[in-house]
């Protein structure tokens, strides 16, 4: 009897302790997204590594397409702005953009990712393996779906700001 529960305390214990997150103060709402960092290891410490400098900071959803995603991660604020460097693309066959919520890579082109990131409102199936996924939402698909509502000009910026005031790493 001491051996099964022995047994059933550590896999409790190893169950859920390592997940990563990212939860992101908007000026519309908050919400959280887990990391794959196991999964996606080059794209979440990138992330990570931005987000910990404060590089998301007062930064700004700058692109909207209602039914398909939100597009941040940009300091410039108009699509054209990233880090000064670029990362590898990295594509597990088990990250999909199989549904609404997904947190994927923007990019030019193949490796040209940077800062810029994406949530998807929506499946988005045509994108897989060709822009890196590497997280999901885990709450808050309320404020996203609030901020692909947002009135936009025909470049599919907002009108009103929508702002990254922080993202915390857990």
């Known amino acids: 009897?001491?051996?099964?529960?022995?047994?059933?305390?550590?896999?409790?214990?190893?169950?859920?302790?390592?997940?990563?997150?990212?939860?992101?103060?908007t000026n519309k709402g908050n919400f959280?997204?887990?990391?794959?960092?196991?999964?996606?290891?080059?794209?979440?410490?990138?992330?990570?590594?931005?987000?910990?400098?404060?590089?998301?900071?007062?930064?700004?959803f700058h692109r909207v397409i209602d039914?398909?995603?939100?597009?941040?991660?940009?300091?410039?604020?108009d699509g054209t702005g990233g880090p000064g460097y670029s990362i590898e693309d990295e594509f597990d066959p088990g990250l999909r953009h199989n549904t609404e919520g997904i947190l994927s890579m923007a990019n030019r082109g193949?490796?040209?990712?940077?800062?810029?990131?994406?949530?998807?409102?929506?499946p988005t199936p045509w994108l897989d393996d060709k822009h890196a996924v590497f997280g999901k939402v885990i709450s808050g698909m309320d404020v996203i779906k609030k901020i692909g509502k947002v009135k936009k000009d025909s470049n599919d910026a907002p009108l009103e700001d929508v702002i990254i005031s922080k993202i915390t790493i857990r």
Not at 67 to 77: K, L, S, T, Y
Not at 113 to 121: A, D, E, P, R, V
């Open 1 to 25: 009897m001491r051996y099964a529960i022995l047994i059933i305390l550590i896999l409790i214990a190893g169950c859920g302790g390592n997940m990563t997150t990212a939860e992101f103060e």
């Open 32 to 60: 959280k997204m887990e990391l794959f960092t196991d999964k996606a290891p080059i794209t979440t410490q990138n992330f990570i590594n931005l987000t910990e400098k404060g590089f998301y900071d007062n930064t700004k």
């Open 110 to 122: 193949p490796n040209t990712g940077g800062s810029q990131f994406f949530i998807t409102l929506a």
């Open 67 to 77: 039914g398909f995603m939100i597009q941040g991660g940009d300091p410039d604020g």
